[in-house]
């Protein structure tokens, strides 16, 4: 009895396990094409991976069965299928093709059997039974975009394969401002025609949308029409780029960068292909030393675990049991639809990443590693995801590095065009070769860069001797442009104006050179002195303002001298009581009193009453102030060389038409003048253009060889620090006028050249260093005939001084004599005042009476008035007052 009971209880525990429990053999079908081994491989190893896991379906095993498709046949694939429903399977793994795939697609949704794919879909409408492992397209597309908006691609080729390559960089063409040129592969296998064009082409930056197996060829023939070099960028879309064997073009320079979502150096990604390589034998495959799993067979070993992940967990919620199902009937698997539903919503982290699937089955959310190229081997440098976008890890300080390191050791190619004395050929007796052929600044300055950077130099004349202008008509560029662009060379050195349009043809170092447009004229003869140089140090108007304040000061001190009471006195000391007083500053003495002490020489004549001393102290600091300002100017008259030149500036030249001036033609200078909108500027480049003979020369020498024949009547417009060279050599001529513009030196490049920030990062260096400016005074003044007469010709001369600069001083004159009248008249006043008090007479009448007196302007006496004692025995004494025309007074008897 005890035994039945226990037996029962075992039977029922049993029971209660198998409840929610799966079959002990689950069959799952893939449908592989013939080329598709390592895929197969794969879904073989992830069954076993699968069977080898306690965790996932721990109470059943799972068995796979594969079925070879010959061809891209749809038929033959539905019969395949509806053999595999026969069986039992609970999911159907393929095919890749998209022909067969849809086709087994319906089936499996019409039999509720989860169809479970991992090749690009562009179908972006999912059936209900249905998932795909393979990222997204649109959001693989975006991720494109991204990459190629933080690599700052604007212009660029787009090489792809088929129709299908198109869906894939759809996101690239919808973009506005991006502007790109489509290629279509030849199906010959021949793409070097069309490699030719792009690269004949000006844009560098290439998008290369093909099949794993062409990537390698496109690159190989690229290479042999010169598209592998450091000025060509190239983006792969396809994730098995790290599949490719990239060694064979490790030395050219070309930047490859690529995406992958599958990272081979993951430790889980690399035990996976330790057991492929294990296990090769047991299946029949070979599998090569340095193998690496592809993106595809990665996806198919994940589909598995994500499929026996799912089932595990529908195990604990259904009791799950697998039929045969028959294409021809109606009936379907009831659990196809909780089964697809726990593979949407169960995460799982594969050797793809991180499988998780939107509410329509599309793998959106998903993670891609950005590549690029190192000495034949691909490294991460940054991570695309679906919220954060592109993201580089690499800093700048370490793009820098890696650019400096690809520099280092390589020989590059400059280009120059000879001119004084940037680049010029070596004056020897010897036959120079190769670089020892010439010197110059330029010259210098690049040797010194690719000293600092390691790198090599090998120069060459541009064929033409140009710098670089464009054919308005053709679009063509000539001279050292077209050698950059046609990449012929590397660099591109001599005094290359940097200007818009060289800019956008050619890229450009940070300028090694600050300078502007100015003239070169020939020094004039020395000015013959005039018999009347002595008054040059004041203008016409400061001396008839000086000699208008010696006539106003002499007249005032007469006046003021004859209205202060002070200034008479007795002509005979000797007399107690003298009949008459007397004024020494007549009319004439005050004209000499001011002139003497204009002159510096003083007089006899001394002013006593403080009305006509305030007017001699202030004209005496008149005088001081004129005669030093005078002194002062006269030297630097005496000392200066005079020169009569009959121009100074660009507005001297565009006034007038006697004298002719010119420029280079087609250099810089000519195209300023040709596109200038300032008025001035305008009316020069009409008188340029229209004059005939012509004024424009072939060469910055022939122009400066005019202007020294030119006798005078030729002025060359240049570059101010050609000017600097030329007028340290020439002592003959000299610059004029300050600069017309500014505008820059610096090294150009062909566009999208990887040394540009280097070669910019040495040129800063130099300059801090001050190795610029001793290159410059090198080559500019090192070894100059006339470097002091050429310092002379610099300066201008002492400019006369005009009314603004000695205003003050007339200011000064006027207020003192204001002050000096004011305190004369408050003098007579108080006199009139004074006798009209002591006579007993009105102030009006003795007022009049003195102003009568002044008014005469006749005679220099003045008879005493005596006051009358009021007492016999009060003595007879001199009034100390002074009155005029009144006689004498006498004391009564």
Known sequence: MKLTVINALVVFCWCSLRIFALPDDIFIGGLFNSHDEEQALAFQYAVESVNADKLLLPRSRLHGRIVNLTSDDSYHAA????????DGVAAIFGPQTDNTANHVQSICDAMEVPHIETRWNVNEVRNSYSINLHPYPPSLSRAYRDILEKLQWTHFVILYENNESLVRVQSLMKNASWNFVLRKLDESGDYRPMLKEIRLSPINNIVIDVSRDKIYEVFRQGALVGLMTDYYLYFVTNLDLYLINLEPFSESGANITGIQLVDPQDGDVQRLVEEFKRGELRYGHSLPMDYMISTDAALIYDSVELFASALTALEYSHQVDISKLYCEGDKTWQHGTSLINYMKMVPLKGISGLLKFNDDGFRADFELDILEMDKGLLKKVGRWT???????????????QVKEKNLRNKTLIVCIALTKPYTMEKQSTEMLTGNDKYEGFCIDLVKKIAELEGFKVKFMVTPDGMYGNIDNKTGEWNGIVKQLLDQKADLGIVDFTITYQREEAVDFTMPFMNLGISIIYKKPQKK??????????????????MATAYLG????????????PNEWDNPHPCIQDPDELENSISLSNAFWFTIGSLMQQGSDIAPKAVSTRVVAGIWWFFTLIMISSYTANLAAFLTVERMDSPIESADDLAKQTKIKYGCKMGGSTYSFFQESNIP???????????????????????????VQKSGGMYAFLMESVSIEYEVERKCDLMQIGGLLDSKSYGIALPPGSPHTSIISGAILKLKESGELHKLKERWWKGKTPCQSEASATKSSGAAELGLANVGGVFVVLIGGMAIAGLMAICEFMWNARELATDESASFCDELSSEVRFILKCSGNTKPVRKKTPSTPEEPLFTYGSYGANYGYSQRKQ
């Open 386 to 400: 679906q919220r954060g976008g592109a993201n580089f890890t690499r800093s700048w300080a370490e793009t820098v």
């Open 528 to 545: 013959s002195p005039s018999l009347f140089s002595f008054m040059s140090p004041f203008s016409v108007d400061v001396w008839i303002y």
């Open 680 to 706: 001035t500027y305008k009316k020069m480049w009409q008188a340029m253009s229209t004059a005939s003979p012509s004024v424009f020369t072939e060469s910055n020498d022939k122009g400066v060889e005019r």
């Open 79 to 86: 019969k395949r299928v509806c053999s595999l429903l026969l």
């Open 553 to 564: 000061v002499s007249v005032l001190l007469f006046i003021l001298a004859r209205i202060a």
